[in-house]
């Protein structure tokens, strides 16, 4: 598996707090952020540049065949530090101070990696798609990637490592989001131990996906030579009902949008860069009942901190941590008299609304929801669905 990461880095805490609207939920997003980010805890706005960053270090425990890294940062002056940085964390990487904006620099950019056996590329415009899992947990996924190429010959095969929540909500006209995004009408078609194989309606050519190489390349050939391309949902493909395509939806989440996910909300919550992260000083109370802001604060029966009397940054349980943190924690201080509290995943919240955070929609209602898409009535089901959505309360 290749990394390829083409990427502009902008001057700024935020794109929600930039009021970039790239997609349709921008401003629920960036309403979002201002109240999970505007408090002085763990949360808290960090630079761009930084989160930028924080993303390239949780790629660096995937082990891959090749790196690119693309960049250009709209402050100059931070440039020559991203490049230096980039080159100590990848030594081997092929990086390049310019990235692409259009279907050609695409193509070019493209035809630097090794065409041999049309590799699977890790396709990442997006900067701020986080790794949470070990090199381990992509091989099984990669495998059933590639026995879908011979269950289903004819089929283009991707492979979706973000936003887990919506898309395991997504595959049948029982879940609460069938058809939510784009009428696009998913079924599940198989199963293995680690995925579901998910056929889609439409070409969801998503940049949170894993492609193949030739694929992307007949992605981004005969587009408009003037138009803007930054990523695949620009092209004139996108959406589109006569490109096959099968859709490999792991059983565990990969990555996670910094920002967190509009649809959900809470659960699975946004990320944060935990104090001392860039020195391997990382410190942990696990199971405290007070809030001690120089340290990451961890209790599965605790309140989030952006909620009024929070006590705690991640209700989890400590072996759930992001894998790319572990070995830059030194010091982790347990409350062993909460720490020998029997709990399980399944009498959790956050491991509930992980799964599903639409688990309060009965199953009438989401058939009723499936029919109303179907029936063009889009707008509408959607609006009632995102009344089952977590909203925050002060």
């Given at each position: 598996?290749?990394?390829?990461?083409d990427?502009?880095?902008?001057?700024?805490?935020?794109?929600?707090?930039?009021?970039?609207?790239h997609d349709?939920?921008?401003?629920?997003?960036?309403?979002?952020?201002?109240?999970?980010r505007?408090?002085?805890?763990?949360?808290?706005?960090?630079?761009?540049?930084?989160?930028?960053?924080?993303t390239?270090?949780?790629?660096?425990k995937?082990?891959?065949?090749?790196i690119?890294?693309?960049?250009?940062?709209?402050?100059?002056?931070?440039?020559?530090?991203?490049?230096?940085?980039?080159?100590?964390l990848?030594?081997?990487?092929?990086?390049e101070?310019?990235?692409?904006?259009?279907?050609?620099?695409?193509?070019n950019?493209?035809?630097?990696?090794?065409?041999?056996?049309?590799?699977?590329?890790?396709?990442?415009?997006?900067?701020d798609?986080?790794?949470?899992?070990s090199?381990?947990?992509?091989?099984?996924?990669?495998?059933d990637?590639?026995?879908?190429?011979?269950?289903?010959?004819?089929?283009?095969?991707?492979?979706l490592?973000?936003h887990?929540?919506?898309?395991?909500?997504?595959?049948?006209?029982?879940?609460?989001l069938?058809?939510?995004?784009g009428?696009?009408?998913?079924?599940?078609?198989?199963?293995?131990?680690n995925?579901?194989?998910?056929?889609?309606?439409?070409?969801?050519c998503?940049?949170?996906?894993?492609?193949?190489?030739?694929?992307?390349?007949?992605?981004?050939?005969?587009?408009?030579?003037k138009?803007?391309?930054?990523?695949?949902?620009?092209?004139?493909?996108?959406?589109?009902?006569?490109?096959?395509?099968?859709?490999?939806?792991?059983?565990?989440?990969?990555?996670?949008?910094?920002?967190?996910?509009?649809?959900?909300f809470?659960?699975p919550?946004?990320?944060?860069?935990?104090p001392?992260?860039?020195?391997s000083?990382?410190?942990?109370?696990y199971?405290f009942?007070?809030?001690?802001?120089?340290?990451v604060?961890?209790?599965?029966t605790?309140k989030?901190?952006?909620?009024n009397?929070?006590?705690c940054?991640?209700?989890?349980?400590?072996?759930?941590?992001?894998?790319?943190?572990?070995?830059r924690?030194n010091n982790?201080?347990?409350?062993?008299?909460?720490?020998?509290?029997?709990?399980?995943?399944?009498?959790?919240?956050?491991?509930?609304?992980l799964?599903?955070?639409?688990?309060?929609i009965?199953?009438?209602?989401n058939?009723?929801?499936?029919l109303?898409?179907?029936?063009?009535?889009?707008?509408f089901?959607?609006?009632?669905?995102?009344?089952?959505t977590?909203?925050?309360?002060?």
């Amino acid at each position: 598996m290749i990394l390829f990461f083409d990427t502009f880095i902008i001057n700024s805490q935020s794109m929600a707090d930039r009021g970039f609207n790239h997609d349709r939920f921008s401003k629920k997003r960036s309403k979002l952020s201002k109240i999970l980010r505007g408090k002085n805890n763990n949360y808290k706005y960090q630079e761009k540049i930084d989160i930028v960053k924080y993303t390239l270090i949780s790629y660096s425990k995937i082990i891959w065949d090749e790196i690119i890294i693309r960049f250009e940062c709209e402050d100059n002056s931070q440039t020559k530090d991203f490049f230096c940085f980039c080159k100590n964390l990848f030594p081997d990487a092929f990086i390049e101070n310019a990235r692409s904006n259009s279907a050609k620099k695409y193509i070019n950019a493209l035809k630097i990696i090794k065409n041999q056996n049309n590799p699977w590329i890790f396709f990442s415009p997006n900067n701020d798609q986080v790794n949470l899992v070990s090199n381990n947990e992509y091989i099984p996924v990669i495998k059933d990637a590639e026995l879908a190429e011979k269950k289903f010959p004819g089929y283009n095969v991707s492979i979706l490592y973000s936003h887990y929540p919506e898309a395991i909500n997504s595959y049948s006209i029982n879940k609460s989001l069938w058809g939510y995004y784009g009428r696009n009408f998913q079924k599940k078609i198989y199963e293995t131990k680690n995925t579901f194989f998910v056929l889609n309606s439409r070409l969801m050519c998503d940049s949170i996906k894993i492609f193949r190489l030739n694929f992307l390349l007949n992605l981004f050939e005969n587009q408009d030579e003037k138009k803007k391309i930054i990523r695949p949902e620009d092209t004139n493909n996108y959406l589109s009902n006569k490109i096959k395509e099968i859709q490999i939806v792991p059983k565990i989440e990969l990555c996670r949008h910094y920002d967190g996910y509009p649809l959900s909300f809470i659960d699975p919550p946004p990320l944060f860069i935990p104090p001392g992260f860039f020195q391997s000083k990382i410190k942990i109370k696990y199971m405290f009942d007070e809030y001690d802001k120089d340290f990451v604060n961890i209790n599965p029966t605790g309140k989030y901190i952006f909620f009024n009397k929070g006590n705690c940054d991640l209700t989890i349980f400590l072996d759930d941590i992001p894998f790319f943190w572990k070995d830059r924690i030194n010091n982790i201080i347990s409350n062993q008299r909460n720490h020998m509290i029997s709990l399980s995943k399944n009498e959790l919240v956050y491991y509930k609304n992980l799964v599903n955070p639409w688990n309060k929609i009965p199953l009438f209602i989401n058939l009723i929801l499936s029919l109303m898409r179907l029936l063009k009535l889009t707008r509408f089901a959607n609006k009632i669905c995102d009344l089952f959505t977590v909203n925050l309360k002060y």
